[in-house]
């Protein structure tokens, strides 16, 4: 997975190990309020200056993710989080990734699920931590996936991106693999289970988010019973 302002409130959850790839990066994070988020970039003993926007643009919301491209293969980057008028830049330290190498292409291999909101309709704007782990307990480098607003709840992820924890090389435990679902729709409430790959791939895991129903949209006229 970016002038200094002070820090009164840090977002809530700042993905410390981004979905690192060697072009590109992911940074996620929830914050208390909705907001619009975005990252602020530089390399590694600069100053970060340039502004990246969410994957959605520049939207209020609690869940954010932004997708920083165009990097260098195995190059340190630093960061700072902007959400809302709040500048998390670490303490000064700023946020740190460093691209991995640029590996042999690797076969396409999907992987799809669903989540549902409170009410039981598809949710929205979540953020999906997807973590493959091998039958002998080795985990992949985390993987994240946004469910947008036009997504009908659906998340999806590609096995053939995940790394080896380090990031260095393919993941290479994927026989009798599981995957580890963890979602989180900020207000909405969060949702985590494991699955087999064979559901995985065919897509017909559906996971409930634990908070309430999202209020109808303004003109929307509610269900009676």
Do not use: C
Not at 3 to 28: E, T
Not at 73 to 99: C, I, M, P
Not at 172 to 192: F, I, P, Q, W
């Amino acid at each position: 997975m970016a002038g200094v302002l002070p820090v009164s409130r840090r977002p809530v959850s700042v993905s410390r190990h981004p979905d690192i790839r060697d072009a590109a990066f992911f940074v996620s994070w929830v914050s208390e309020q909705p907001e619009v988020g975005a990252v602020r970039l530089g390399t590694a003993g600069s100053s970060p200056g340039t502004r990246v926007a969410d994957v959605r643009g520049d939207i209020v919301s609690t869940v954010h993710l932004v997708k920083v491209t165009g990097l260098n293969a195995s190059t340190a980057y630093v960061f700072d989080v902007l959400s809302g008028s709040t500048v998390d830049d670490q303490g000064g330290q700023h946020y740190r990734a460093t691209t991995g190498p640029t590996l042999p292409i690797s076969q396409s291999d999907s992987i799809y699920g669903r989540v549902l909101d409170g009410g039981n309709g598809p949710a929205r704007n979540v953020l999906v931590t997807i973590t493959v782990r091998g039958s002998d307990g080795t985990a992949a480098a985390p993987m994240v996936s946004l469910i947008g607003p036009n997504d009908d709840g659906y998340w999806t992820s590609n096995l053939g991106n995940a790394r080896a924890a380090n990031g260095l090389t393919w993941f290479s435990g994927l026989t009798n693999a599981r995957v580890e679902l963890s979602a989180d729709g900020g207000e909405l409430g969060k949702a985590s289970t494991t699955l087999e790959l064979a559901p995985a791939r065919a897509g017909t895991s559906v996971v409930k988010l634990d908070g309430k129903a999202p209020a109808p949209a303004a003109g929307v006229p509610t269900a009676t019973p």
